[in-house]
């Protein structure tokens, strides 16, 4: 491990060079492998002496899959970690690749998306990937005003499922959900004003669309909506946690 | 503002320090602004130069309840402040306090109570008491091994929640649940296996109990079940977030 390729690595936490490295770190034991089990592309992993001889197993599987690997010592891979108590393992993962026609093939039949306008919690971003996961939603789109996916945090908090889903980040909002449209979906809008989203019979072909935290979504958008769905609640809060709403409104629609 | 009293703000970060003091830190407008409307007992508040210029409403309000406040510079609110670039405004608020007839009342027919065993993390803690807060959950219960709900990052994820709804929190975790049945109270338990959440019909004096993030539920509190509840998934997951889960439960059980 050259000085230089640990300054590369380190350079990763930043967005500038994840985009111009193509690449991003996955830490921890279970993200990494997922990752090998999803057949991602991991060009490096590095792993400290310690966890190499608790791991006997996962290092076979690291070098059955051809991975370059590297033992080192946990100081160093603590200097590369983005959390304070590393646990001895962090790969590089090249950026993930999901073709288009997931999304705009015709023939899709049945077809749930998650829509994210601009969500910039990392934490948030995380667990809805999680929660999609969970519910078995086929695709997750992004815009490009929401955090980054590749930020170490929301890595991190999806536990793994940014392995399991295939998510689509796109430049041009608008575009985009008229593309959808033209494609036979259904667009459900998330709002403080709309139709109970427990009362709502759901398309086959359904883009769930929610925005940002703490401004909703935005007037352009909204105004593809074929129905805007929401929440009702009882108490005094003003409004719900993203993630949570997500949650709440893809149990039904996956029910 | 002397020196031993900015001290003694800044210990309150620290557990040891709120409960020796009986007091808790609430930063930014929104959530002090809900302390005072709920006449919470706050014993300063802290408000910048350039604020108290610009909210004069706000002012006006914190001198018509006789709450003491200084005006100080931004620097020391920042020097005060949990969070990275301060609003401007602290308030020191008494411990909360509620009388435990709200729950252990026989006469009580309609009750919906959540009751947490051992959340470690301060954000889920937050978003669980916004979420319970939402949708109108009568009382949260939280046993001692949970994060400590003054946490500052509890606080602000609550969104000012934390002063809408009773919360109550206990040493002995089988004992309440005990009391709870005594009471009449069917005990839910979240679980990975379990009857499905949205096919079980509610009592109307419901607790439903949400274990820790990586362990679920000790098996001391699971026995006390009256029934296993499980959100059913379709995708690769392992598990989903608990305040995502008890977003999804609670919407169906306040339905």
Redesign the interface.
């Known amino acids: 491990m050259t000085k230089s390729e640990l300054k590369s690595l380190k350079q990763l936490h930043q967005k500038k060079y994840r985009d111009e490295q193509k690449s991003f770190l996955v830490e921890g034991k279970r993200s990494i492998v997922e990752a090998i089990r999803e057949n991602c592309d991991i060009d490096l992993i590095l792993i400290c002496n310690e966890l190499a001889e608790k791991e006997k197993e996962l290092v076979r599987q690291i070098k059955e899959k051809s991975i370059r690997f590297e033992i080192i010592s946990y100081n160093e891979i603590q200097r590369i970690s983005d959390v304070e108590n590393s646990q001895g393992i962090i790969a590089r993962v090249k950026f993930l690749n999901y073709d288009e026609n997931l999304i705009f093939d015709k023939r899709n039949e049945k077809k749930r998306i998650i829509f994210l306008e601009n969500i910039s919690d990392p934490?948030n971003m995380g667990?809805i990937i999680?929660?999609?996961?969970?519910?078995?939603?086929d695709s997750v789109i992004i815009c490009k005003d929401s955090v980054d996916i590749y930020n170490p945090k929301v890595v991190r908090?999806t536990?793994?499922?940014l392995f399991?889903?295939p998510i689509f980040v796109f430049d041009d909002a608008q575009k985009i959900i008229k593309r959808l449209k033209e494609n036979g979906y259904t667009i459900y809008v998330a709002d403080l004003k709309g139709e109970k989203y427990?009362k709502v019979s759901y398309s086959t072909k359904s883009v769930i669309v929610f925005g940002n935290e703490a401004h909703g979504i935005t007037d352009t958008l909204k105004k593809y909506a074929d129905k805007l769905i929401t929440?009702q609640?009882?108490?005094?809060?003003?409004?719900?946690?993203v993630?949570?709403?997500?949650?709440?409104i893809i149990?039904q629609v996956?029910?």
Not at 130 to 137: E, L, M, P, S, V
Not at 233 to 241: C, F, I, P, R, Y
Not at 243 to 248: L, N
């Open positions: 934490g667990t999680r929660t999609a996961d969970w519910f078995g939603i908090s536990m793994g499922s399991h889903i427990n929440i609640g009882k108490g005094k809060a003003e409004s719900l946690n993630a949570v709403s997500v949650g709440i149990s996956c029910n």
